[in-house]
């Protein structure tokens, strides 16, 4: 359920809005190698990219709209990892995407915590279709999107090993 702070909770963990006082966490999150592999290429992120990820995030959910949440577990105060929309692409497109440090994969957190920002969005923002894309070889990523209803739609080249790109399937909840 979102409150006025645009916090969710699931069953597992606590979604809160990005907020400068993450920055340390973010920061170490991003640089995390097997979060940042398939994410950002591989490339390592400074304190000021984080600082700027933050502050767009803000902007896009006081517009209104919808930005980057940090995933911590209940009961817990560390960030485990993050989950949202943000745009990529020409034409720009809101995407989905989400990382969790390896400790906490294969627990089904990520499909949880992206479920409940998939079902914010088209509750709040009246989204009736949600996107997303990642590198052909994350192959868990692509189960995440399989578990949410989405279906993949073309791959592309690009990238280390090319891109599949997904939508949600109509009337999926």
């Keep these: 359920m979102?409150?006025?702070d645009h916090t969710l909770i699931t069953a597992r963990t606590v979604l809160r809005p990005f907020v400068e006082a993450d920055e340390d966490e973010l920061l170490a999150l991003f640089r995390e190698p097997a979060v940042r592999?398939?994410?950002l290429d591989d490339e390592q992120v400074s304190a000021e990219w984080v600082r700027a990820e933050i502050t767009s995030s803000r902007a896009r959910f006081d517009a209104p709209g919808t930005g980057l949440w940090a995933i911590r577990a209940?009961?817990?105060q560390a960030i485990i990892g993050f989950v949202g929309f943000r745009e990529f692409g020409d034409p720009p497109q809101l995407q989905l995407l989400y990382g969790l440090l390896p400790l906490y994969w294969g627990r089904g957190l990520a499909t949880e915590a992206a479920r409940a920002v998939c079902d914010?969005?088209?509750?709040?923002?009246?989204?009736t279709e949600i996107r997303a894309s990642t590198d052909v070889a994350n192959e868990a990523s692509a189960r995440v999107l399989l578990r949410l209803g989405m279906r993949q739609v073309r791959t592309t080249a690009d990238g280390?090993?090319?891109t599949a790109f997904y939508v949600t399937e109509p009337n999926v909840p």
């Design 37 to 39: 592999r398939y994410l």
């Design 120 to 127: 914010h969005a088209r509750r709040e923002l009246g989204l």
């Design 2 to 4: 979102p409150s006025r």
């Design 74 to 76: 209940t009961g817990h």
């Design 160 to 162: 280390a090993g090319g």
